[in-house]
């Protein structure tokens, strides 16, 4: 079965609370089926895993997609990776539309990470108008074809989090009915493009998640847990969504 993850994107955020107060409260996280991963702004990154509890592991919010060089305000997998870092988000709907992120340069950074020993979070979904063409599922499996490196067979794990654009930071989130449809999509392409791994790599959903909507959410049984941003920068609330998935099947 695959791993489950709470996963919190702060963006370009720091928790108002105050990261000691936030990391503090995520100690009491108890749920011992589902492994909670904080993704603070790169300049935090060492203070986070500095004063993590040990329950609660840290990553990254993207990378470069090559190892090192004249590549002015760009981070690398390895430089994460020895800062502590275990997870990386790569693909991000926000770094594809506001930086120019392509299908090619996600692939690059999803083989670099792995090869630095980080596990890839990798973001995938669909905008409005390809919903309203019914292109959702077709994109997302391109996605995940582009995204198929020969790097993956020797990953020790991959992530993929289902994140529709038009969900991301608009108070309007997928209904549980739709990412069961979405789910099933991505599970069958990584059963075509990854036949190695598919029932093992868990899928999240991400876009609006507050502790409201988890209940519709989680409810069709097929969501292995959630990449959260606006949500995330409150521990009670970051810990409400991270323990719901406890009541998961
Ligand atoms: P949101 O962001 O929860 O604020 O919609 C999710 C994400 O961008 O990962």
Not at 22 to 32: F, I, V
Not at 71 to 97: D, K, N, Q
Not at 143 to 156: G, H, M, T
């Amino acid at each position: 079965m695959p791993g489950r993850y709470a996963i919190a994107n702060w963006k370009m955020n720091v928790p108002p609370e105050g990261i000691d107060t936030y990391l503090r409260a995520l100690a009491s996280h108890r749920n011992g089926r589902a492994s909670v991963v904080v993704a603070p702004p790169f300049l935090y990154l060492k203070d986070v895993v500095a004063q993590a509890p040990a329950n609660v592991a840290v990553g990254g919010q993207n990378c470069a997609d090559q190892r090192a060089g004249a590549l002015t305000g760009e981070v690398s997998p390895t430089m994460l990776r020895e800062c502590g870092a275990r997870f990386v988000i790569i693909g991000h709907s926000e770094r594809r539309s506001l930086f120019g992120e392509t299908d090619a340069v996600v692939a690059r950074k999803l083989a670099l990470a792995i090869e630095s020993g980080l596990t890839p979070i990798l973001c995938i979904g669909e905008d409005q108008r390809v919903r309203d063409a019914g292109e959702a599922a077709i994109l997302v499996s391109n996605q995940i074809r582009s995204a198929a490196v020969p790097a993956l067979e020797s990953a020790r794990e991959l992530i993929v989090a289902y994140e529709p654009v038009w969900a991301i930071g608009t108070g309007r989130n997928a209904t549980g009915a739709m990412v069961a449809e979405m789910i099933s999509e991505i599970r069958s392409a990584l059963s075509r493009f990854w036949p190695s791994r598919h029932s093992k790599t868990p899928i999240l959903y991400g876009g609006s998640v507050t502790p409201d909507n988890i209940a519709d959410l989680g409810s069709n049984g097929r969501i292995d847990g959630y990449l959260v941003g606006g949500a995330s920068l409150d521990s009670a609330k970051f810990l409400t969504i991270a323990n719901g998935l406890m009541s998961l099947q």
